[in-house]
């Protein structure tokens, strides 16, 4: 008897840390952003999103914290159709840490939604740059040049760009075969040229 009040008594001082630890705001953004990935994967997008707002609004310092609630955010409001939304959690992501890849590819699938193709590009090429070895932000380039070729008839720059970052991905043996869809990637419809 006295081994199982022992018992109940360490396992209600570790539910008691539990709770303590829960009212950290970075536990709360972190709970919010895990149960916004949990939304994401059963494609229920306005839920993913509201975690991400709420996470948002916990109030944690640490930066990847807020900057996995503003990209995650951008990306799922893509996925909901709202671009020019989706564009400012993407730059504030960016502003907030613009080293890792991710968010410059969420913010290319935002102006590509608003028909930005020439800025949508350069986000692509800037996340595949930035990490190469994923293939998404360079497929998702493929796509859209494939539905707008002149692009880069039209920007010499873009060209060069799109030439360079060939060139260092072939060298390195990471083309990948074109974007087959998946669960979690919605392809932007993009509109043919004419």
């Known amino acids: 008897m006295v081994k199982a009040k022992a018992k109940a008594k360490v396992n209600s001082t570790e539910t008691m840390s539990k709770r303590e630890v829960a009212k ?13 990935l949990n939304y994401e994967m059963s494609e229920d997008w306005q839920a993913a999103a509201n975690e991400y707002r709420q996470a948002m609004k916990a109030g944690a310092s640490g930066w990847n914290l807020i900057y996995s609630a503003n990209n995650n955010l951008g990306y799922v409001l893509v996925q909901l159709g709202q671009y020019e939304e989706a564009e400012v959690f993407c730059r504030a992501a960016i502003a907030i840490r613009p080293e890792p890849y991710n968010a410059h590819k969420n913010l290319g699938l935002a102006l590509q939604g608003r028909g930005l193709w020439g800025e949508a590009a350069m986000c692509f090429i800037e996340a595949t740059n930035r990490n190469p070895v994923d293939p ?3 497929q998702l380039l ?3 040049l494939r539905a707008r070729p002149n692009l880069m008839k039209l920007d ?9 970052t060939r060139v260092s991905l072939e060298q390195n043996n990471l083309i990948r075969p074109p974007i087959a ?7 932007v419809d993009i509109p043919a040229e004419h």
Do not use: M, N
């Open 142 to 144: 493929e796509h859209l």
């Open 181 to 187: 869809p998946y669960p979690l990637f919605k392809l």
């Open 24 to 36: 950290t705001p970075e536990r709360i953004a972190y709970d919010h952003i895990d149960c916004g």
């Open 136 to 138: 998404r932000a360079w």
């Open 156 to 164: 010499s720059q873009l060209a060069q760009h799109v030439a360079d």
